[in-house]
């Protein structure tokens, strides 16, 4: 984000909230908000246009259901390395005069890749678009123009293990390649996750329909 004309990192609330929120509890966590609609709802449309900026990580996980168990997978660089998720922020100031910076990131419809386990995706700005996306003069007609699915070759999917549903759990092995044991060792990679014969039902969650992770 930008701090007096320059870029700076700052520690945020995951989870946005607007600023005419009244109270922090009553209002759902917005951890995610949908492109398509981002300039249009009241919510998020004065951020989207002034206060635009990139959440970095280096993986993240989604789940898709294989019988009675959730299958959890990995998404991240073939390279291992960084990359921004394009995103919006707000600071919400409290009645008793506190303030707490908040941040969600922002999704659209799912590359092939992604859509063998879910419909939706992260919008994944590259390097050469950080500029374009941080600038505080853009239009929005241009900065919106960014917010597409990664390239097919952005990403690569890895089937990990169960150990990744608890929090307790945080070390390297988490991200090791894992086939359930009924599973051929084929399985361990992404290209070879069944194709999803029909898209989940979006959830339900918060402000204009925004829900789940993506």
């Known amino acids: 984000r930008l701090d007096e004309g320059a870029r700076a990192f700052l520690l945020m609330r995951w989870g946005?909230?607007?600023?005419?929120?009244?109270d922090l509890k009553a209002f759902p966590l917005v951890i995610n908000v949908?492109?398509?609609?981002v300039r249009e709802k009241p919510s998020f449309r004065a951020a989207f246009t002034r206060r635009r900026c990139l959440m970095p990580a280096d993986g993240f996980y989604e789940w898709r259901r294989l019988g009675k168990d959730n299958q959890a997978f990995l998404f991240r660089r073939p390279d291992l390395g960084p990359f921004g998720f394009a995103a919006i922020w707000e600071t919400w100031h409290s009645p008793d005069g506190s303030e707490i910076d908040t941040v969600a990131l922002l999704n659209t419809h799912a590359n092939g890749l992604m859509s063998a386990v879910h419909e939706r995706c992260p919008v994944i700005l590259e390097p050469g678009q950080f500029d374009a996306w941080l600038d505080p003069e853009a239009k929005p007609d241009t900065v919106h123009a960014l917010l597409k699915p990664p390239a097919e070759d952005a990403l690569e999917l890895l089937r990990i293990g169960p150990?990744?549903?608890?929090?307790?759990?945080?070390?390297?092995?988490?991200?090791?390649?894992?086939t359930p044991p009924e599973a051929p060792a084929s399985a361990q990679r992404g290209d070879a996750v069944e194709p999803v014969a029909k898209p989940r039902a979006a959830r339900k969650a918060g402000a204009g329909g925004q829900g789940s992770l993506f």
């Open 163 to 178: 150990a990744v549903n608890k929090v307790a759990n945080d070390g390297p092995e988490l991200h090791a390649p894992w």
């Open 34 to 37: 949908r492109s398509e609609t």
């Open 16 to 22: 946005f909230v607007p600023g005419w929120v009244k």
